[in-house]
């Protein structure tokens, strides 16, 4: 009815219509193939089980640090070093424990000599120390990690649960993620000449383990649990306490959180 | 349907090849030169990426997925504070009650993973000597305050830590006299300054029980400004040498605490 009474636009209306048809038909092509597979990867990630009916999708995970729990006996490094295989010389560490003195002058003392891993030695510095305690350093497993960015070749990489690993395997060693951590927790094997990097005790915590770190802390300064579910010892520490991470600015949402925070931390 | 004739079909598959073959030698020389070698290159591309790329690359994301299931394979080393009250019931019992609670075996004893699978060929020993226990109780002034510590130099030297105290129930062979044996930093602190002579127990009234469930029942505290007046008011009588000022008109909106650290008064 409408095209009887409007005849002056029926010689070029087709040409417009046949215009703005195939536009959208191209773009759907451009669009369509990719929401199409990323849907399927998506149900698949969902189906992903892992060794014995471990779905990945399902969890979550974080750890909670409290730095007035910490009395840097270097339990963790230790236990670290011996659970993961990180070789021993006092450079490489998957997890270590750094002791902050700030001094009446406004200086700042840190160190972490060999990583805590036979705990601290009492020498007293000349000036007073206003403020003293340890914190335990680990990757951060950033949810916009920085590393997994950089990665030329797709061998660090998030997995469902919020865990960033590496794959031993497919690393070629460039380095190019050591260099992209904020946080300085990523190291070159020396052997293997891959990128390594704390884990979460991924093996442990499959088959319902804690991270070994967690298991020898003798304070339960570390606290490791699933950050979105109810009952979880994460959620009711992150309920708890006054939460900081380190380096927010940097929008790497880390998901390693620690309460009784220093500004000096860093 | 017509019968298949050899003849027939080769006849019209050579037709194809000398249609296409006109239709190469109709092309302009440079676009033939260029077609061969974009036709290599794509070959060389896709070979080399298909050798390169691993099979199961991007099945769940940007990744291998098998580079997962190695990871997990790692075998476990630390074989988890639940599995050794299997066997070691009254350890655990006994260790339940005391200080060390929540102290996982492996802390002291190392990894059991091992021990776990054959108890009799992995035995597994805690530390006899002085090295183990110091790690955690040696003083420390960057340690919280209220952790017991030691200065290990002066603390029975010698002597293995398992000798007087047993590590499952750890407490001081008789309840200690003095509270530095926790509060080290606070002792140490109080003992370089003025208050060096006044005891712990001129200002904090600490319950018996304190001693032996140091959380539960705390020491007392003075609550205001006329404790500390006891001695440094200008009234107080016979405190020669101590600095005094007026009580009442002496900044009354504070108490003595929240300007003076006690431990260590800034008059040194």
Redesign the interface.
């Known amino acids: 009815m409408m095209n009887k009474t409007a005849p002056s636009v029926t010689g070029t209306s087709p040409q417009r219509r046949s215009f703005l048809k195939t536009l959208a038909l191209s773009f759907a092509a451009l669009i369509i193939p990719g929401i199409v597979v990323a849907r399927d ?1 998506l149900d ?2 969902k189906d ?1 089980v ?2 014995d009916g471990y779905r990945p999708a399902d969890h979550r995970w974080g750890m909670g640090l409290d730095i ?8 963790c490094v230790d ?1 670290c070093k ?3 295989n990180v070789p021993l010389e006092p450079f490489f560490f998957r997890t270590w424990v750094e ?3 700030i001094l009446s002058n406004g200086e700042t003392l840190i160190d972490s000599p060999g990583g805590a891993i ?3 030695r ?1 020498d ?1 510095p000349e000036e007073t ?1 206003l403020r ?3 914190v335990p350093k680990l990757c951060n497993q950033c949810e916009h990690a920085p590393c997994v960015q950089v990665c030329p070749v ?7 649960d919020g865990v960033v ?1 590496v ?4 690393c070629v060693g460039c380095r190019y993620c050591i260099q992209a951590c904020p946080y300085g927790a990523r190291f070159l094997h020396p052997e293997t000449r891959t990128a390594e990097k704390c ?1 979460f005790c ?3 915590i ?2 319902g ?2 991270p ?1 770190c967690v ?6 300064a570390r606290v490791f649990g699933e950050v979105e579910k109810k009952a979880s010892p994460l959620v009711r520490f992150l309920r708890m306490n006054k939460i900081a991470v380190l380096k927010p600015f940097l929008n790497t949402k880390p998901q390693v959180y620690y309460t009784g925070f220093d500004m000096e931390v860093r | 349907m017509n019968e298949f004739d050899p003849n027939t079909a080769l006849s019209s598959i050579g037709g194809f090849f000398r249609r296409l073959r006109e239709r190469w030698q109709r092309f302009p020389e440079q676009v033939k030169r260029l077609t061969v070698l974009l036709a290599v290159v794509v070959f060389a591309l896709v070979t080399a990426r298909t050798m390169l790329v691993p099979a199961d690359f991007g099945k769940y994301g940007h990744y291998r997925a098998s580079a997962v299931d190695e990871i997990v394979a790692q075998p476990i080393q630390y074989a988890g504070h639940e599995i050794c009250t299997e066997c070691h019931d009254d350890v655990a019992e006994t260790k339940a009650a005391g200080f060390h609670k929540n102290v996982g075996c492996e802390v002291c004893h190392g990894p059991a993973a091992a021990h776990t699978e054959d108890v009799e060929a992995v035995q597994l020993l805690a530390p006899r000597g002085r090295e183990g226990c110091p790690l955690c109780h040696e003083y420390l002034p960057s340690r919280p305050t209220g952790f017991p510590q030691i200065v290990s130099a002066s603390h029975n030297p010698v002597k293995p830590c398992i000798g007087c105290h047993e590590a499952h129930d750890p407490k001081p062979p008789e309840t200690p006299k003095e509270c530095s044996a926790c509060h080290a930093t606070i002792a140490r602190s109080k003992a370089i300054s003025h208050h060096a002579y006044v005891a712990c127990t001129r200002c904090h009234e600490a319950p018996d029980q304190h001693k032996l469930d140091p959380r539960s029942f705390r020491p007392s505290k003075p609550d205001g400004r006329e404790f500390c007046a006891g001695c440094h008011d200008d009234g107080a009588s016979g405190k020669e040498g101590i600095p005094q000022i007026d009580q009442a008109s002496h900044e009354e909106r504070y108490v003595c605490w929240q300007c003076h650290y006690p431990h260590l008064p800034e008059a040194q």
Do not use: M
């Open positions: 990867k698949k990630v992903w892992i060794g007035s729990k910490c009395i840097g006996c270097g339990r236990a011996k659970e993961n002791r902050y003195r036979n705990s601290f009492a007293a120390v003293s305690f340890f797709g061998a660090t990489f998030s997995t469902p690993l794959d031993a395997e497919h884990t991924y093996h442990r499959v088959k383990l804690a070994a298991e020898a802390c003798p304070t339960q």
